[in-house]
DNA sequence: GCGAATTGCTTTCATCTGTGACTATCTAGT
DNA sequence: ACTAGATAGTCACAGATGAAAGCAATTCGC
């Protein structure tokens, strides 16, 4: 008698389902924008907050600091970002959007928008918000597993 | 008036905290099994029917055939699976654990539904029910999300 | 039954990603 | 001031990943 099925494993089935709606995507933002998901968030964020250093990203986005150099180096090569050294810190660059990449900004949110609703259309409200609510417990549930095993 | 925050987009969300866990579980398989996370699955799999095509392993773990076959490939230079060709069909390799892949797999077992509950162990028994079924629905929408821009 | 198409698996190659080392700058303690 | 240590960002390398091509065996259509 066997208590594990890797079907009905957690772990697994929240990889599978981040992979099939990653891949869905990053297929759509690379067709139409021609940018890839690390830049994606850069832009997102950038919209949010007007201007930040990459360290600031790295907070924000939660993704690695090599991630964020490299989309905000690509970002800057297409002209939609602006990098300038912070005033005070000569180590931080402050990173903005130009006009180019409000411009994109402006036309991806729909395309996000609408993705993210044909991706819950099956959803209800209530459960949209629980859903999303317990995402976020699992991935500070996951943070604290990684920290006490690394204590070992 | 923006209607798109990053940090509730639920595409984002999904993501952190798929990338949460993997992160964490990757590195307990592979520091206390020497197992990455591919060669896991197809054991847990190969635990459950015996007996299996790597074609068959694609669609039980929903994995990349050639992730399949490198993951198989390890397993069988570990000693952990025997492949063999299949009597009716001389492409098929038919792959089973051997004793030591049993014996392996029995230690991993408590090991991985340990880590399962304490990556839940702020969850009630219904909540982890709708959890684990909004996975689904949501993986479901994600692929028929991908084949219809596919068609495009 | 013979050639074409399909299927199972492996190999190759191009890309992505994370890690560790490095430079430059900043901060704190003395 | 001077030094030690922290922090911002980049670079270079190595391992992982996936798409495309390749090979071998099988099945299908005529």
Redesign the pocket.
Known sequence: MSKLRLSTFLPYRLSIAS?AVS?AIAAAY?ERFRL???EWRLIAILHEVEDA??????RATL????????A??MLEENRLVA?RQ?A????????RLSERGRALYRRIEPTALEYERRLLAAFGKEEIAQLSEMLGRLAEAAGRLADEDAAD
């Open positions: 992979n891949k690379t890839s998901i690390p250093t990459q360290q600031d990203l790295v993704m690695d600091k090599v991630a964020v150099s490299r905000a180096q990098r912070d005070r810190d000569g180590r931080a660059l402050r990173i």
